[in-house]
């Protein structure tokens, strides 16, 4: 059984000659998925995309993977510039088909509305007076139906110029719309006497804004009373020492600041996985190692999340391996089908006291430090 599955047609020959690439370069290594994942730092998961071309690696993947398997970095990231340009065009191509669809589902869409439906005229619905020369209605002239002028008639019935019973002419007067009209038959207004009180309207408008003004200079000086007092006590009031603030809270000491990524620290790391709680890749490294066999046992250390772990390569399908810190806190680690394991992690506040054993399917063991 291959050990990769066939790269699909319809990725760009650009991007899948350079998974190609990393995958010559996995085998060449030696190594296992996982075994890449925990050296570079990247998710087995995330690495199984990179290598199916389901994913464009990212180019701190790439750096992290040349040093792993001892590659010129500036080769493979020449490599990797050309396929990240031709991830993108694909993308670009994709989203130009995906909205062209849209398009057309909208133009779709919009047609089945059919067309545009007459609108009545404006002001003919509604109960809206009607049109000139409608039933009922009157002409620009303001004639009715009855032929009677109604654009110049008076209140009264009557229309300028027409005469009363008595045969005389009415003066024309327009119509009284309130007592400010003066005028030939309007009474003009009466005045106030020499020396009359004013009206009684006038004296409360008046007495009014005298109030008014009262009340903001009785507030002005209050507020400048209140800021004189401010300045010049300024402090308790007794012996014009400024007063004692609030006491200041005592310092609080917090754990110490974790990079982005890494997800515990000393005993919180203990049982947990390396690679899943961002310890491993550029956070790690081998402090000491073992040959036992054919199989290579290292122990592994992270500063940053002061723990420690053992992993085994070169392995056999039922091989073990072993960490544990001055006989403490040890952890196992079974090797499975890709022929290589690692243990979780168990506190290690400096790598001297960590040890990692293997104990082989044949029988063989053998453990970091020995002689």
């Known amino acids: 059984m291959p050990r990769w599955k066939a790269l699909s047609e319809e990725l760009d020959p650009q991007v899948r000659e350079f998974a190609g690439q990393l995958r010559r370069l996995v085998d060449r290594s030696r190594l296992s998925v996982a075994a890449v994942a925990d050296r570079t730092g990247y998710s087995k998961t995330s690495w199984e995309r990179y290598l199916n071309g389901r994913l464009l690696a990212p180019k701190g993947a790439i750096v992290a993977l040349a040093e792993v398997t001892g590659t010129n970095a500036g080769h493979l990231t020449t490599m990797w510039e050309l396929a990240e340009r031709a ?20 133009r779709a869409a919009l047609g089945e509305f059919g067309p545009p439906q007459a609108v009545a005229p404006a002001g003919r619905a509604g109960g809206l007076p009607p049109a000139p020369g409608e039933p009922g209605g009157r002409d620009v ?42 005028g030939p038959g309007y009474p003009a207004p009466p005045t106030p006497p020499p020396g009359a009180a004013p009206s009684p309207g006038h004296q409360g408008g008046g007495r009014h804004k005298v109030a008014m003004f009262l009340a903001g200079l009785v507030g002005a000086l209050l507020v400048i ?8 006590l300024g402090g308790d009031g007794t012996d014009g020492k400024p007063a004692a603030g609030p006491p200041s809270a005592a310092p609080t000491t917090s754990s110490p600041q974790l990079p982005a990524g890494v997800k515990c620290s000393g005993k919180g790391c203990t049982g947990q996985d390396p690679e899943a709680m961002g310890c491993g890749g550029e956070f790690a490294r081998t402090v000491s190692s073992a040959t036992v066999g054919k199989a290579l046992v290292e122990v592994r250390y992270s500063k940053t999340c002061q723990a420690a772990w053992a ?60 002689q």
Do not use: F
């Open 87 to 106: 991830w993108s065009r694909s993308e670009m191509r994709h989203d130009m088909t995906m909205e062209a669809a849209r398009i057309s589902q909208a």
């Open 225 to 232: 009373a209140a800021a004189v007092l401010l300045t010049d």
């Open 311 to 370: 992993r085994i390569t070169q392995a056999a399908p039922g091989d073990t391996v072993r960490i544990s810190v001055a006989g403490k806190g040890a952890q196992n680690g079974l090797v499975d089908a890709d022929n290589d394991a690692y243990t979780p992690m168990t506190a290690a506040a400096a790598p001297a006291e960590s040890k990692a054993c293997a104990t082989l399917k044949t029988g063989v063991t053998g453990c970091t430090g020995q």
């Open 141 to 182: 002239s303001g004639r009715d139906l009855g032929g009677l002028d109604l654009s110049r008639r008076e209140p009264g019935g009557r229309n300028p110029g027409d005469r009363d019973p008595g045969g005389r002419e009415q003066p024309q007067r327009p119509a009284p719309y309130g007592p400010t009209h003066s």
